[in-house]
């Protein structure tokens, strides 16, 4: 015990010994909030407290895992894997499966993922006559619909709450209060959740049956919650009311890190800590162990800009190291290439890997300019949030086959394979039984399953392909408990007619699809192993719930090593690199437009960028553009108030313009301190004079300052002559070939590389 408590910290130490009554963990961007709650949890084990009496909960089943196994390290894997640890939702629906009875539902109920929820969704406005109407798009239902969920409102509340209904009515929604109705109905016809639901139901589950909750506040003891600045209102009200009886809550997380509002997370929870929890103890984990002095230091003075926060002086005892480069491009293209050139400029430099490299930015567009620029460089990248393993298309049709083996009510799962691999049951036939389905209030399965089917028109064809198929899945379902999840899944994609159907067609397609079979046979395999080591359920159930609950950072593949990535800030957080590049910080896109017309919007986005500085090790650098394409039209782009609130002592900020290069010699583009950025002019409002009017965005549609040249100035162009076009920057003219108006210019830029460019539509400007 003594030796892993002498790797702590003082602060560290405090907020792992002092472990009765409410305690508030604040601990700032790399001050080892995980070692923390681990080792306060190793130190309750130690102390004698009950593993299954402790229950932690975080946000992602990659930080559970790696908390429960350092924990077994400590206190050995059997003590370790009796713990109540995990997500939120694997928590809860944990909870939910053993009192399904009590909310109507069956134990063996199907997690809908967002892929089923809209696909529910579009058969709701398709059956309701709405499918055609542009407003009602499923996602943006779906959105208003879990948004509701988080704020624990119910269908029936719903059609009540003025503020909501007016704003459905004002987006040309006005129906949303029926569409909800009807999604929750349809729901609990086919015996599934969704995400949101594991929550409310939750909530719900606890509302109406005190014994249940009694039985679980009485069960844990100790409650620890990680990322606590992210939980939403749900997730607030579920942790208050356990930790109603024994108070024993410690809460660990960083309100500067605060970023998904967008979700319904709430920084109010850990703001107002202090309020729901008297007598609480305070604990702040200060010193950052990732980031050099000059990056915490940067850090600071950006969030100190914010009003809304919990005041701590988070330091560094790392080396000083580099300041943050600053680098303004011609354009976004210009932008794209000049990142790339740094990229490997600084891996030779530096002797860096890849993998020691990140592209952050505001928007998921942003990454294609880039993603191009790595093509052309050859450099390796992976995109950090792409598609899922267990979102791509053979994945999902096996594991639809299986979700109907333990709940054949799955309407969504049987739409998927009731005709896959094909069987001649068609889309009129699936409308007819839908219908059937929707006027008798039946599940698809119950319908197809109806000894009454014959009479309601089907043909003799039809009902045979029916019956063959509800025998295929009766077989099925008849097998699973007396086999292993990989045996009935081996055997599910031989009869179902998967396997043999991907290898009736020899295209390397198809042979990919094989591949990511086998490698869920892996994963299922791996599942029930460690699962039967350490004593735990390894059915069917229970590795669709797995499954099912698995985050972006679950998923991410270990053959993605040594790769350069691109990602969003959102999806950045909680990870890190020896290299960031923060692109695109610019008004109007970092902070986002849809943020700057209130102050709560841009003190959220100004956690954003502090997010992004504090995920880097050693160097960032910021870099954004003077002109940047919007809905194809070039517009002037202003630098971000973010950069002028960073102490001009933690930057490095280029005096001299550097003089073009010869082809072959790559340089980054700079620019003049007077005219890159001049940290004290207009460009950089003071944080009392910003007008969230939206003023401070008018320059983004102003024209180009690019001085364009005439049809008849074309003669000006001449090979030797260093020209700058609005794209692509400066560069040199190499040789001229055709007669006006229809001359071509070879021009090598130091950024895009060689070019050839039309002279009469190139809009080029001479500058020596």
Known sequence: MENYLEQLNEAQHKAVINTEGPSLVIAGAGSGKTRVLTYRIAYLLEKGVAPWSILALTFTNKAAREMKNRIGQIVGKEVASKLWMG??????????????????????????????????????????????????????????????????????????????TSADAAARIPLMPEIFQRYMRECRKAGAMDFDDLLLNTNILFRDHPEVLAKYQERF???????????????????????????????????????????????????????????????????????????????????????????????????EGNKINMIQAQSDVDEGFI???????????????????????????QSRIFE???????????????????????????LAYLRMTINPRDSEALKRVINY????????????????????????????????????????????????????????????????????????????GIMKELHLE????????????????????????????????????????????????????????????????????????????????????????????SESGIEEERRLFYVALTRAEERVTLTCARNRYKYGELTFAKPSRFLGEIGQEFLNIPSETQSFSRPGQERNTSFSKKKRFNLKNEAFPEKKKINFSGKVLQNNTSPSPFSSLNPNDQSKVQPGVIIEHERFGQ??????????????????????????????????????
């Open 339 to 365: 990142v790339i050139n740094d990229i490997n400029d600084t891996r030779l430099r530096h002797q860096c890997q890849y993998e020691d490299f990140a592209i952050l930015y505001r928007t998921n567009a």
């Open 221 to 319: 003891q100790y409650i620890l919650v990680d990322e606590y600045q992210d939980t939403n209102f749900s997730q607030y009200l579920i942790t208050k009311k356990l930790a109603e009886k024994h108070k024993n809550i410690c809460v660990v997380g960083d309100d500067a890190q605060s970023i998904y509002s967008f979700r319904g997370a709430k920084i109010e929870n850990i703001l107002n800590f202090r309020n729901d929890y008297q007598g609480y103890q305070l604990f702040k984990l200060e010193q950052n162990y990732r980031s050099t002095q000059n990056i915490v230091n940067a850090a600071n003075s950006i969030i100190a800009h914010n009003d809304k926060q919990i005041k701590k002086q988070v330091y560094s005892e790392n080396d």
């Open 506 to 597: 020899k295209s390397h397609e198809n042979q990919t699809r094989i591949e990511n079979l086998e490698e869920l046979f892996n994963a299922i395999r791996e599942f029930s192993d460690e699962r039967q080591e350490s004593g735990e359920n390894n059915s069917l159930v229970d590795f669709l719930e797995e499954v099912s609950l698995l985050t972006d950072q679950d998923t991410d593949k270990p053959d993605d090593i040594n790769k350069v990535t691109l990602m969003t800030i959102h999806a950045a957080k909680g990870l890190e690199f020896r290299n960031v590049y923060i692109v695109g910080v610019e008004e109007g896109l970092f902070p986002s437009s849809m943020a700057s017309s």
């Open 421 to 496: 691999p094909a069987r001649g049951i068609g889309k009129t036939t699936m409308e007819k039984i839908e219908n059937l389905a929707n006027q008798n209030n039946l599940s698809l399965w119950e319908v197809i399953t109806n000894p009454a089917l014959p009479n309601y028109g089907f043909n003799s064809g039809i009902l045979k392909k029916l019956s063959s198929f509800a025998r295929l899945i009766s077989g099925f379902m008849s097998q699973a408990p007396n086999m292993s999840a990989f045996d009935i899944t081996n055997e599910i994609a031989t009869q179902s």
């Open 372 to 398: 191009e620029a790595l093509r052309k460089k050859n450099i390796p990248y992976k995109i950090y949030g792409g598609l899922s393993f267990y979102q791509r298309k053979e994945i999902k049709d096996l």
């Open 731 to 768: 560069g040199k003219v190499l040789h001229l070939e055709g007669e006006a108006p229809n001359t071509k210019a070879t021009v090598f830029f130091k950024n895009a590389g060689q070019k050839q460019l039309l002279l009469k539509f190139a809009k080029l400007k001479i500058i020596t």
């Open 87 to 164: 997500t939120f939702h694997s928590i809860f629906s944990r909870i939910l499966r053993i009192e399904s009875e009590k909310l109507g539902f069956p134990s063996t109920f199907s997690i809908y993922d967002t892929s089923d929820s809209k696909s529910l969704i579009n058969s709701i406005l398709r059956d309701m006559k709405l499918n055609k109407e542009k407003a009602y798009k499923p996602g943006t239902v779906l959105g208003r619909i879990s948004s509701a969920k988080n704020d624990l409102i119910i269908p029936a509340v719903y059609a009540r709450d003025a503020q909501r």
